[in-house]
């Protein structure tokens, strides 16, 4: 067999088996648990990786029996290790897997429309789950009818099983997985990652963000790209050991994580911007300086606007525990591009750029006297892709540091969505008209790389010296008196605004009949009492006024946790906007702007 037919055939199951029987001894898994028997220490539990392989296959052989290749495989287990044997297996069946979140056995009568959404789409011929939630398939399936006639094998399958498996006739262009999109900004979509897209991929994250071996900790959920690519097959595949954590046991106690990083000695972990915040919020200087965090030499954070200050807050906040500044790594990615797109490289730390408000970009406020923004580095491409900030209007690249549309292109763009052909042509098949520069953003002037398709992320950005710039998404621009501004803009001014308001728990969006009027949705502090709504009020309207010259027409002050959020945090404005039309948000709503008078106005 030639080197190009080797490459035509190998899949993500071959270099899987390869990495891990190379050591068979050796655990590339552990599960991090809070033990109730040890005061809610954490607990390891390690999986040899001969173990892993055998219960692999055993799995595999139980899934062929009701998939044929191709089927889908909806994986609905819980984070940690099964859920590790369960998508191994789907791709060692030939199935394509469907990672979706697990619904809460006690609150199956509230399974997200989300759920529902993606197995109607999907249509898969098996279902994966644990032994609990397989218990629950009759009540569950009168909330998801559509799963009535599915088959579900459960993860305990036993291991002698293995010895029947057959590797099946599966090549790199073929799909290995399903990554359903956050639904940020409306009904998710399948994006159909190849065994090649993801073995292009795997190499380039590595080299960017993960020295040889060493050991990463990951809480983040692995039914999103980044928890399941980023924390569990990067690591793995690169010769490094991954200490897995349920997400929930870091979002109950966020110092969990941190404490995993410095008692397992990890050199790499990665979190969005909020858990960064978090932790800090919720921690105290004593906390922090009884770690030791002096052997991570990677901190990526994406998936959603990386905040300077907040870096900045978490660099200062746990520098006493030895944590290096120049770990953290802003990057940016999307589930079309598999995963990441651009990255700072790891040990360089984060650089940041202010830049004057200028008329001409859709993120300032179109006043050249506006105070200068401040934008972080999200670093520069990948090798072997290319990325171009394009005038919507025109298909042309704009010149260097003028925002467009972020375009990218390379092996890692995924082959197109799940059963939407009219959406993958109008995503995936994108031109650029003609003009100079290689699409690098390096200015090295390649014009023959402008031919191709690229793929359209929906964001906004800038390419300056090589390093791309986030600055918004284009659905979510406000336009407010003619003018345009970032939601997040917006969101970061009023959660600033008040020592009451609750960072990163903030949503604005325009509303009426020409989609003109803002409103803010933030959430407040439990500690917010009457005497304080007033006060609040006031503060997010004189805040938003002084810094982007434009007056909500509404701001509505509501309990914690009441913004909706994806898996990853990023904010769904599109949906709190229309929970807050339709009347759903009324009973969280502390407060809100009485729109004539402006004084606030007491929601029972």
């Known amino acids: 067999m030639t080197d190009s037919a080797d490459q035509r055939t190998l899949t993500l199951v071959d270099r899987f088996r390869q990495t891990l029987l190379a050591e068979p001894a050796a655990s590339a898994?552990?599960?991090?648990?809070?033990?109730?028997?040890a005061g809610g220490e954490l607990a390891r539990v390690d999986l040899p990786n001969a173990t892993l392989d055998r219960r692999v296959r055993a799995l595999a052989v139980r899934i062929a029996a009701h998939a044929t290749v191709g089927d889908r495989a909806l994986i609905m287990c819980e984070p940690g290790l099964d859920y590790v044997v369960a998508f191994f297996a789907a791709l060692s069946a030939g199935a394509v897997a469907v990672p979706v979140y697990p619904p809460n056995p006690a609150q199956l009568r509230r399974s997200p429309r989300r759920l529902a959404s993606v197995v109607t789409d999907a249509a898969p011929a098996v279902v994966l789950a644990s032994p609990a939630l397989t218990a629950l398939r009759p009540h569950l399936v009168t909330w998801l009818p559509a799963l009535a006639d599915v088959a579900w094998v459960t993860t305990d399958v036993p291991e002698q099983q293995a010895d029947a498996w057959r590797r099946p006739p599966v090549v790199a262009d073929d799909v290995a997985f399903l990554q359903y999109t956050s639904g940020s900004t409306g009904d998710p979509k399948g994006v159909m990652v190849t065994h090649a897209n993801l073995l292009a991929h795997l190499p380039q994250l590595r080299r960017r963000y993960q020295p040889a071996g060493g050991c990463h900790v990951t809480w983040l959920p692995p039914y999103h790209d980044m928890g399941l690519i980023g924390g569990l097959l990067v690591p793995v595949l690169g010769g490094a050991s991954v200490a897995v954590m349920d997400p929930m046991t870091f979002l109950k106690q966020p110092m969990r994580w941190l404490e995993a990083v410095s008692r397992e000695r990890a050199t790499v972990t990665g979190a969005p911007n909020f858990a960064l915040d978090l932790s800090v919020d919720r921690s105290t200087p004593e906390q922090r300086a009884a770690l030791d965090l002096s052997s991570l030499l990677t901190l990526f954070t994406g998936a959603e606007p990386v905040r300077a200050a907040t870096l900045d807050r978490f660099a200062a906040a746990f520098a006493p525990a030895g944590l290096d500044p120049a770990a953290l790594m802003p990057c940016y990615g999307l589930a079309e591009a598999t995963l990441c797109v651009t990255a700072r490289p790891h040990g360089r730390g984060s650089i940041t750029l202010d830049r004057p408000a200028d008329p001409a970009d859709p993120g300032d406020a179109g006043d050249a006297a506006a105070p200068a923004r401040r934008h972080v580095s999200c670093g520069s491409v990948l090798a072997d892709h290319r990325i171009a900030a394009v005038d919507r209007a025109t298909g042309g690249r704009q010149p260097d540091g003028e925002v467009g549309e972020i375009w990218v292109q390379g092996p890692s763009v995924a082959a197109g969505y799940w059963n939407r052909p009219d959406a993958t042509r109008e995503t995936f098949g994108a031109r650029l008209s003609s003009g100079p520069g290689d699409g690098t953003g390096d200015g090295s002037g390649d014009g023959a790389?402008?031919?191709?398709?690229?793929?359209?992320?929906?964001?906004?950005?800038?390419?300056?010296?090589?390093?791309?710039?986030?600055?918004?998404?284009?659905?979510?621009?406000?336009?407010?008196?003619?003018?345009?501004?970032?939601?997040?803009?917006?969101?970061?001014?009023?959660?600033?605004a008040h020592p009451l308001f609750r960072p990163g728990g903030g949503a604005a969006f325009a509303v009426g009949s020409e989609l003109d009027r803002l409103v803010v949705v933030q959430e407040v502090s439990p500690d917010a009492g009457e005497?304080?709504?007033?006060?609040?009020?006031?503060?997010?309207?004189?805040?938003?006024?002084?810094?982007?010259?434009?007056?909500?027409?509404?701001?509505?002050?509501?309990?914690?946790?009441?913004?909706?959020?994806?898996?990853?945090?990023?904010?769904?404005?599109?949906?709190?906007?229309?929970?807050?039309?339709?009347?759903?948000?009324?009973?969280?709503?502390?407060w809100r702007l009485d729109r004539a008078a402006e004084q606030p106005v007491t929601v029972p």
Request: net charge negative; glycine share 10%.
């Open 531 to 590: 005497e304080h709504a007033g006060p609040m009020l006031v503060a997010a309207q004189e805040a938003l006024v002084t810094e982007h010259g434009v007056r909500a027409a509404d701001i509505v002050l509501v309990q914690p946790g009441t913004v909706p959020k994806t898996s990853s945090g990023k904010v769904r404005r599109s949906t709190c906007r229309d929970a807050l039309l339709a009347g759903d948000l009324d009973a969280a709503v502390r």
């Open 449 to 496: 790389a402008e031919e191709g398709t690229w793929l359209r992320t929906g964001d906004l950005g800038f390419v300056l010296d090589g390093e791309l710039y986030v600055v918004g998404r284009v659905k979510d621009v406000v336009i407010v008196e003619g003018r345009n501004h970032h939601p997040h803009d917006l969101e970061d001014t009023t959660a600033a």
């Open 29 to 37: 898994f552990r599960f991090l648990h809070p033990d109730p028997r």
